[in-house]
């Protein structure tokens, strides 16, 4: 559920501006963002993975360019945020959610202090929810499923992602930019930027 007085941040990207607004109840994501956002940690910084009907992820400091496309040093944020997993936050379309390294090497699950990405996702059936829902950590409501099914998203990554917010405007920037021609690594060919974020609430 939106709720007005929550944190609102404008970015604006090389193909469009998109509002996100944070989380209250996962108070660690929500305030790291938010000093990253103000320290203009993002500015320049590219959308380095994108896969449709995935998403799409940015943060890596590696990835930042001037105007000129060119690659310049910033703030780095390196550290790792507890996993703030929450029932009532799934990963729809347009949530939007801290990336992380693997389980492999970090079985908690701990979040990137700076990685995100913005699901795009794509259409499920009901039984392809029914079978997921068997493994679950706690069944789809009904809002989760009307979501998945008609709207979109990723349930397979629920539980295992902190999901911190959710786009409230500027899905089609996010599709958009999901399509974009991209290499073996599935970063774009031709670099999609982030120009600025800022908090607008």
Do not use: C
Request: zero cysteines; glycine letters at 6%.
């Amino acid at each position: 559920m939106v709720n007005a007085q929550s944190t609102k941040v404008l970015m604006k990207t090389d193909m469009g501006d998109i509002i996100l607004m944070l989380y209250d109840d996962t108070p660690m994501h929500k305030e790291n963002f938010i000093e990253l956002v103000k320290e203009k940690f993002y500015d320049g910084i590219l959308f380095h993975r994108v896969i449709p009907s995935f998403m799409i992820q940015a943060g890596d400091p590696g990835y930042r360019v001037n105007d000129k496309g060119d690659r310049i040093s910033g703030p780095k944020a390196d550290q790792k945020i507890p996993a703030e997993f929450k029932t009532n936050h799934y990963h729809k379309k347009g949530a939007l959610a801290a990336a992380r390294t693997p389980d492999r090497v970090n079985p908690k699950k701990a979040s990137s202090g700076s990685q995100f990405y913005i699901v795009d996702g794509k259409k499920w059936t009901k039984e392809q929810l029914d079978i997921m829902d068997k493994t679950r950590k706690s069944k789809f409501t009904d809002e989760e499923r009307k979501n998945y099914m008609e709207v979109g998203g990723r349930p397979d990554l629920d539980f295992e992602y902190t999901v911190f917010g959710e786009l409230l405007s500027g899905i089609d920037v996010v599709e958009a930019i999901a399509k974009v021609e991209r290499n073996e690594t599935n970063k774009p060919v031709k670099n999609i930027r982030i120009i600025s974020a800022r908090i607008i609430q």
